[in-house]
Structures are given as C-alpha cells and as structure tokens.
Antibody, heavy 122, light 111 residues
Framework: QVHLVQSGAEVKPPGASVKVSCKAF????????IHWVRQAPGQTPEWMGW????????KYSQRFQGRVTISKDTSASTAYMELSGLRSEDTAVYYCVRFVVVSASMGWFDPWGQGTLVTVSS | QSVLTQPPSVSGAPGQRVTISCTGS?????????VHWYQHLPGTAPKLLIH???NRPSGVPDRFSGSKSGPSASLAITGLQAEDEADYYC???????????FGGGTKLTVL
C-alpha cells in the first residue's frame, strides 16, 4: 500500500534550522511530486512548496521563500524539507504529501505522511 | 484568515445528513479549479475523501459526496455515524497565490 513515513518530532531553539525527511513506499518515487504542508495548532493547513521528484525542480510559497529548501534523494525514495531561521510561529505539524497530478496545477494530495511535530522553544 | 471559507463547526445526530460548505473566489474555485476534500481524525494523517469535486477514491463510503457550483463547493455526509466525527478540509488551487490553498476546516460533531 502506498504510504509516506516521516522522521520524528523535533525541538529546536529560535534561530535554528530543522530538516524533516519523508520516505516513500510502494510506488515509483519519481512519478509523483512531493509537496509539504504545515498546520500550526488551531490553524488552517498551509502549503509550503513542492519538488518535482523526477528532475528536482522546486517551487516555494512566497511566504516561505528564502527560508525553506526542499530536496530529494532518489536512490532512497526520500524527500526532505529544511526550514531555517525558526521562530515560535513555526511550531506546527509538518506533512509531506504525494501529489496526484492532473495537470501542472491541478491535482490532489494522497496519501499524507503521518506528520512531524516541530516545536520551536528556547 | 483562510483563502477558502468553511463553517467552523457542524453537528448532526446519527443517521442524519449534514453538509459542509466551502466558499472561494474567482482566483480559485470560481476560476474554475477543482475542489478536493480531506478528513482529519485526531492523531492521524489527513485522508483524501473526495477529489475533483465529486469523485470518491476506492474505499470511501458512498455516504460521502461532493458538489461544486460557481465559486463554492459542498461536502455532504448522509447516514451520519459516530466514526465520522472529525475535522474536514476543502482544498483547491489559487492562481493569484500560484499554489494550493485550504479552507479553515470544519469540525463535525456527531451528537
């Protein structure tokens, strides 16, 4: 069964960086883009960016541009999301999601990883 | 403030029908971009419920259905069951933001 497994919870001080991994199982990794979505406590989910797992091209939300880097290791069927300059408002659950493509901008998220809680605290 | 607007909460008794609305604008649902719905049970990963406005993935009961008209979409749940108690999110694409956008989420309570 297709699924994504993420790395464990992290606690980071303000100003630090965090890198979350997302390993894909039971499908061809390079056939589907991977997106990252975060959800802060009590907030709506927020899209952060995505990576074309075939050619490595990335696109980021303007809100996170300059702070987020999404990368991949094709041999390990794993995508990564690194967020730098952490502040308390970055405390959230971070999800990787497989994007089922209909067209360049059309498609849906399935499945979702189990989520990684990142807590920013001194 | 979410780009897509959902009611914060809805409720219904077992066996009843409830609907959850999702209102967007001309740069997303009204563009028209498709709407997708996700069910989020506490402590689990969100799960795809409806894609492309009204399509159920295999394994999703036919008690769940979606519709779309203009800049709005709706999720209907019939024959409400206790296990349906969860948060529900709509999602579309926004051309102004050049990326996916989500609704604020609706908490369904089964009375």
């Amino acid at each position: 069964q297709v699924h994504l497994v993420q790395s464990g919870a992290e606690v980071k001080p303000p100003g630090a960086s965090v890198k979350v991994s997302c390993k894909a199982f039971e499908y061809t990794f390079t056939n589907y883009p991977i997106h990252w979505v975060r959800q802060a406590p009590g907030q709506t989910p927020e899209w952060m960016g995505w990576i074309n797992t075939g050619n490595g091209n990335t696109k980021y939300s303007q809100r996170f541009q300059g702070r987020v880097t999404i990368s991949k290791d094709t041999s390990a069927s794993t995508a990564y999301m690194e967020l730098s300059g952490l502040r308390s408002e970055d405390t959230a659950v971070y999800y990787c999601v497989r994007f089922v493509v209909v067209s360049a901008s059309m498609g849906w998220f399935d499945p979702w990883g189990q989520g990684t809680l990142v807590t920013v605290s001194s | 403030q979410s780009v897509l607007t959902q009611p914060p909460s809805v409720s219904g008794a077992p066996g009843q029908r409830v609907t959850i609305s999702c209102t967007g604008s001309s740069s997303n649902i009204g563009a028209p971009y498709d709407v997708h719905w996700y069910q989020h049970l506490p402590g689990t990963a969100p799960k795809l419920l409806i894609h492309n406005n009204n399509n159920r993935p295999s394994g999703v009961p036919d008690r769940f259905s979606g519709s779309k008209s203009g800049p709005s979409a709706s999720l209907a749940i019939t024959g409400l069951q206790a296990e349906d108690e969860a948060d529900y999110y709509c999602q579309s694409y926004d051309s102004s933001l050049s990326g996916p956008v989500f609704g604020g989420g609706t908490k369904l309570t089964v009375l």
